[in-house]
């Protein structure tokens, strides 16, 4: 058997502690359970993603979305220092 040190905040050990004991195993077996997944999948056994947008930006991904679909809501230039203009006004 090899020992494995990973650091990190304790917090978060704490935090995982609790879900795993929850599920009934330790820190080391929730681990042994990852990489032994890894190992089979020949990767990451989940989707490592960004984080998810707030609530402003989804609202702003959604308002371009609606303006490619009818541009006419939003406004189109020809002239960079008129868009320009526009911006810082």
Do not use: W
């Amino acid at each position: 058997m090899a020992n494995v040190s990973i650091r990190m905040d304790d917090a978060l050990k704490k935090q995982a502690e609790e879900l795993f004991n929850d599920l009934g195993m330790n820190l080391t077996t929730a681990f042994t359970i990852f990489v032994k997944q890894a190992i089979r999948e020949k990767g990451i056994p989940f989707e490592i993603t960004k984080e998810t947008p707030n609530s402003e930006t989804l609202s702003a991904l959604r308002e371009v979305e609606e303006m490619k679909k009818n541009p006419s809501l939003g406004k189109s230039y020809t002239d960079v220092d008129k868009m320009m203009e526009d911006l810082l006004s």
